[in-house]
């Protein structure tokens, strides 16, 4: 156990990906700690640390304290915070929490879910969190959780609504898993699918099917201890036409390998259970069967759903929840369209109308129709396969904004990813005309809207919503300038001073936030990333431009490379375009890298299917060994002025490896501005 002499310094710092040694030592403190902490596994700490999300407390070069944590819709979610006995009531937990603000500080707060029966409820208050709420827990035992939150004075949806939940349905031997006695081998991995800290994030399903089952066992202890975890459960019932649908789909989808599949009882079940969680339309199901993974795990995924194991759902729970919101490759080559409205389509569209909040289908269809005729206002829809509008919104230019006066976005499977889609069409709408912010002044937005409006970087006054479009690549005094005289303009709040020491996180945060700055004397590094032509033209639609049915480009790719070496996120990329046909090799464009992920094609393919255009047998093609490198970037923008290989060797100079760079290349501050400059036609 570590001693912490009186003179002793503690240093905090962010773990970085493959710091091994620091990765062990907190998992080994937080296993000293399991009868509070919950369930432990390593994979969760290396996941964490490959995120940035591992924060650290050193003394004498050992991890004596830790904050594990995850970042989704605008908010850290706390999932570990761990100080060593011997280092407790010397403030340690108050610095960690203090630190985890700071780096953070443009999130809406910290929240985390604690017994009540620990009783240091005290210790919360005084790390600065208050109590929003208590809920039951899902263990057997059934503990009464709190919900904390630590905020940092941001306005906010979070006391008016918790963001979506993951929605996973359990096989039958992981609901074995969580029953009283909990000695079957690999229950362990299940018991943290109840862990208290995931209760806002992970909704566990029960499907009729496999309740049925549990109602054949003949052992009637066990049934009765399965019909217990079931009952703190959600509970579906799909159509048996679209279950049989589902398994007639999954059937010839089976590899041929499995011909004679289902070759028995056990089979059947495991066929209907997943199709039953296909019907119901969810998006994981949770199984230890490797029967049932090996011969189903592939076509359920060409379908829309994941087979996991309980560890793979716990390490990449961040990552699933947003996939489930996020889909921009079910929109791709589908015949959803964005265009303009036409006044003889405004009777299509009244249910868009937002009677939640109190507004009338007749006072909506008002409010459209004078959009229609008021002077200077765009207003454009999207439209899915069928004709119908499920997303409709208003634009025009009032002096230095984006004025959006309607935001409307229907029930739909596909609206998380539409909203998404929205902003980033009205960002860049706002920057092609030279526009500072974006101001949504529609008094009726939908929750899915709010959401991605918090997640996208917007911030709520009274009743509407503004996001600042900081359309500069400059050191951070340049964009403080010009942040500033945006929130002046706006008789907004203005921002906390920038900094050139700040660590490469915040400064992706902030980028991300004031979409399309660029901070560039700061410590987020910026490499140059080569890829093929076939594959910057199915991702980016450069070098031949691609019509697409669907909104345009996506908000998020991923690009799959040798996993030799490479980038560490977050960072940014610039792509060089390799070959000489159709197009000269050249820079073509720039994003923000936001994940690298290590792993099998078969993990990588599983993991990233929802946003890209990579076959399995593309991604296993794309190097050579076991593994592969995955790089999940955002908010690429193509170079109006693509810097073709005689350019880039003058601007490069004597830097010759940036000329054909096979393997990543990481660049110095300056030539990145001057490249990104120059892709702009901005160079003198």
């Known amino acids: 156990m570590p001693?912490?002499?009186?003179?002793?310094?503690v240093q905090l710092e962010t773990v970085l990906p493959g710091d091994d040694e620091a990765i062990a030592q907190a998992f080994e403190l937080g296993c000293q700690f399991k009868a509070t902490l919950g369930p432990q596994m390593r994979g969760a700490y290396e996941?964490?640390?490959?995120?940035g999300h591992l924060l650290?407390?050193?003394?004498?070069?050992?991890?004596?304290?830790?904050?594990?944590?995850?970042?989704a819709y605008q908010r850290v979610r706390l999932a570990y915070l761990c100080v060593a006995e011997a280092f407790r009531r010397k403030g340690l937990a108050k610095r960690i929490v203090d630190h985890l603000s700071a780096i953070h500080r443009d999130l809406a707060g910290i929240s985390v879910k604690c017994r009540q029966s620990y009783g240091i409820d005290?210790?919360?208050?005084?790390?600065?969190?208050?109590?929003?709420?208590?809920?039951?827990?899902?263990?057997h035992a059934g503990h009464l959780l709190t919900a904390w939150w630590r905020d940092h004075g941001h306005p906010d949806l979070f006391s008016r609504q918790d963001p979506p939940l993951l929605r996973a349905a359990l096989d039958n031997n992981i609901i074995r898993d969580l029953g009283p006695s909990r000695s079957r081998q690999g229950a362990s991995e299940s018991l943290a699918l109840v862990a208290d800290h995931l209760m806002d994030q992970l909704e566990l399903v029960v499907t009729t099917s496999v309740r049925r089952e549990i109602a054949d066992l003949e052992d009637g202890p066990v049934r009765s201890s399965c019909e217990q975890v079931m009952s703190g459960c959600t509970s579906l019932a799909p159509d048996n036409e679209a279950v049989a649908a589902a398994q007639t789909l999954l059937l010839e989808k089976i590899s041929p390998e499995y011909g004679n599949y289902p070759d028995g009882r056990r089979d059947e079940w495991d066929l209907r259970h997943v199709a039953s969680a296909i019907a119901s339309k969810l998006g994981v199901f949770v199984t230890h069967d490797s029967r049932l993974i090996s011969v189903l795990r592939q076509p359920a995924r060409a379908l829309g759903l994941r087979i996991l194991e309980p560890a793979d759902v716990v390490v990449h729970l961040d990552e699933l929840t947003r996939a489930e919101a996020y889909r921009p490759v079910a929109l791709l080559g589908t015949g959803y369209q964005h265009t303009a409205l036409g006044s003889e389509q405004d009777q299509g569209v009244e249910h868009l109308a937002s009677t939640e909040t109190?507004?009338?289908?007749?006072?909506?269809?008002?409010?459209?129709?004078?959009?229609?005729?008021?002077?200077?206002?765009?207003?454009?829809?999207?439209?899915?396969?069928?004709?119908e509008i499920i997303a409709l919104y208003a634009t025009s230019q009032q002096g230095f904004t984006l004025t959006v006066s309607l935001l409307r976005v229907a029930s739909h499977p596909l609206r998380d990813t539409v909203a998404r889609q929205l902003l980033l069409i009205l960002r860049n709408q706002a920057r092609a005309h030279n526009l500072g912010a974006i101001v949504v002044d529609d008094p009726h937005l939908g929750p899915t809207v709010q959401l991605a409006m918090l997640e996208d970087g917007f911030q709520q006054l009274q009743d509407r919503w503004t996001a600042f479009v900081i359309d500069t690549c400059g050191t951070a005094a340049d964009v403080e300038r010009d942040v500033i005289a945006v929130a002046r303009h706006l008789d907004l709040p203005e921002p906390p001073p920038l900094r050139s020491t700040m660590p490469a996180v915040a400064v992706a945060q902030h980028e991300r936030k004031w979409w399309p700055a660029k901070i560039v004397d700061t410590a987020l590094p910026t490499y140059v990333v080569s890829i093929q032509q076939r594959w910057s033209n199915q991702l980016f639609g450069v070098p031949e431009p691609l019509w697409r049915e669907a909104l345009g480009l996506s908000r998020e790719h991923v690009y799959y490379r040798a996993a030799t070496g490479g980038p560490t996120a977050p960072a940014r990329i610039l792509w060089y375009m390799s070959g000489n046909k159709p197009a000269a090799p050249g820079i073509i464009a720039c994003s923000q890298l936001e994940l690298v992920a290590e792993g099998a094609p078969e993990e990588l393919h599983d993991r990233f299917q929802h946003l890209g255009v990579w076959e399995?047998?593309?991604?296993?093609?794309?190097?050579d060994g076991r593994h592969r490198q995955a790089l999940r970037v955002t908010n690429t923008e193509i170079f109006p002025h693509p810097i073709r290989l005689p350019r880039l060797k003058v601007l490069s100079g004597s830097?010759?490896?940036?000329?054909?760079?096979?393997?990543?290349?990481?660049?110095?501050?300056e030539l990145f501005a001057q490249l990104y400059q120059e892709g702009f036609g901005r160079h003198e």
């Open 3 to 9: 001693t912490l002499p009186p003179s002793a310094p």
């Open 47 to 51: 996941a964490a640390a490959k995120d």
């Open 56 to 71: 650290v407390a050193r003394s004498g070069g050992k991890v004596v304290g830790f904050a594990l944590y995850g970042v």
């Open 122 to 139: 005290k210790i919360w208050i005084s790390l600065g969190f208050h109590k929003r709420s208590e809920v039951k827990g899902r263990s």
């Open 358 to 387: 109190g507004e009338g289908r007749r006072d909506f269809l008002l409010r459209v129709h004078s959009l229609a005729i008021a002077a200077d206002t765009q207003r454009s829809a999207v439209m899915d396969p069928k004709g």
């Open 616 to 623: 399995l047998s593309q991604i296993r093609g794309a190097g």
């Open 655 to 669: 830097r010759t490896n940036l000329l054909y760079p096979f393997s990543p290349r990481k660049i110095e501050p």
